[in-house]
């Protein structure tokens, strides 16, 4: 499809899945999952929603979306990969950079790429996102002020989650304590590292997690942590996690993210883990394209040891799974451009999602804004909001073939593409010469 008929009231072909189920009138999906469907909006949300033949020349309706949701990025390091490179792909290397780096950064840096970061993934067709601050350290504070500026100059528009990234044992100190009150105050959560290599049977990692979860109960706050991104010891953190959770009767929502090595355990074992973790309540960020790039290498040669999140049998489990960027043009990940659209594109073949089926689709949709908590789920209603990713390509295979052209609407509003907007005084510059003389 070369051009996208973008007239009100607006002709697409919808998920099912991301169509009011309580409308009665709209046919059966076809064998892609889709319904053909007219929409018509104004004063920002949708005032009908009706079955469509087929387009009214009969030419291939466009493929629709409700906006996406990133589940788990990194915006204070974002585009930072270029001036600390970590070409090898190794988790010692990725640490060491990104160490280098926070030690050097400014609020002003932060600022900067991370609005780049936000404003391309706007562009593209993201609503909300939850990123995870390096908030031990010297540049803690600016990171965390340029997010915070950062995240009142895009209500409205992105719905920007924060989380405090620390070690674990932090939260059990008297300062970690204070600091969890601090981010409770500001709407956070509280985060950090759980995994291997993990120790006997008293673990401190054990009685790291038990406080950390008995504060983010006191404060009322959720906990979102990087757990077993790993090829080692399967399953192990997340197990902890789970059973903790349990014991603890915890109240506060609690996503594991990554869970890599899990996949690597045999079904058996997977499904029973599994169902703990449903058990506990626990939900799950598979983030397959930094772990791809990251886990199981070996020097010189293909990996064979391919660890990520077993999404498809957490989702047989109850286990409310939503799929992730996580690093962009970072030291953890040297690629990505914060387009949702282009991970949903990669995920179907890594993680052998199927778009077709409700399970496949909702990690980018519905799980996702359910795992945030997010006021609206992404199912376009009568009365709801008229936000749509419109896209050049009338069926899924079409999309999967090439990432296509696309048109975002917003509030009833048409948003310009990536790359048209009049980069601001802020963001002039950002990857190239001044940038770069500021980090040295």
Not at 76 to 98: I, S
Not at 147 to 170: F, H, I, K, S
Not at 349 to 358: E, F
Request: hydrophobic share 45%; proline share 8%; charged share 15%.
């Amino acid at each position: 499809m070369s051009a996208l008929p973008l007239a009100r009231p607006l002709q697409v072909r919808m998920p099912r899945c991301l169509l009011d189920p309580a409308l009665q009138t709209l046919p059966r999906a076809d064998q892609e999952g889709l319904v053909a469907v007219q929409i018509d909006y104004a004063a920002g949300l949708v005032r009908a929603i009706q079955p469509l033949a087929r387009g009214g020349d009969g030419s291939p309706l466009p493929l629709a979306l409700t906006p996406l949701v990133e589940p788990h990025a990194h915006l204070d390091k974002a585009f930072t990969g270029a001036l600390f490179p970590n070409w090898e792909g190794t988790m010692a290397e990725a640490l060491a950079q990104n160490q280098r780096e926070h030690g050097q950064r400014s609020e002003a840096q932060v600022l900067a790429r991370s609005e780049a970061a936000l404003e391309r993934g706007w562009r593209y067709g993201l609503r909300a996102m939850r990123t995870h601050i390096d908030s031990g350290g010297p540049g803690a504070q600016a990171s965390w002020r340029a997010l915070l500026a950062l995240r009142q100059r895009w209500q409205g528009r992105v719905d920007v989650q924060l989380v405090a990234l620390v070690p674990l044992l932090y939260w059990s100190s008297p300062e970690g304590k204070a600091f969890a009150r601090q981010v409770a105050d500001w709407g956070g959560l509280l985060g950090g590292v759980l995994g291997p290599p993990y120790g006997g049977a008293a673990l401190a990692e054990q009685e790291a997690l038990a406080s950390l979860l008995a504060l983010a109960e006191q404060l009322g706050c959720g906990v979102d942590l990087h757990v077993d991104e790993s090829d080692r010891q399967p399953g192990r953190g997340v197990a902890l996690v789970a059973r903790q959770a349990l014991e603890q009767r915890s109240q506060v929502p609690i996503t594991c993210s990554h869970s890599c090595s899990m996949g690597l355990l045999g079904e058996g074992a997977l499904d029973r883990l599994a169902d703990q973790m449903a058990a506990a309540g626990l939900g799950v960020v598979a983030l397959p394209l930094t772990n791809l790039w990251l886990l199981g290498r070996r020097p010189g040669l293909t990996p064979v040891l391919r660890a990520q999140a077993p999404i498809r049998s957490l989702q047989r489990a109850g286990v409310t799974v939503a799929v992730g960027a996580d690093n962009l043009q970072d030291p953890w990940f040297p690629g990505g451009d914060g387009d949702p659209i282009e991970l949903l594109r990669f995920a179907v073949p890594a993680c052998h999602l199927v778009p077709i089926q409700r399970q496949g689709l909702a990690p980018f949709t519905t799980a996702a804004s359910a795992l945030l908590g997010l006021a609206w789920d992404g199912v376009l209603r009568v009365g709801g909001p008229a936000d749509l990713v419109v896209l050049a390509a009338s069926g899924w295979a079409e999309l999967l073939a090439r990432c296509p052209q696309r048109r975002v609407l917003r509030a009833g509003q048409w948003l310009d593409p990536p790359g048209s907007e009049q980069p601001s005084p802020l963001l002039a510059g950002l990857l190239a010469g001044p940038m770069a003389g500021a980090l040295g």
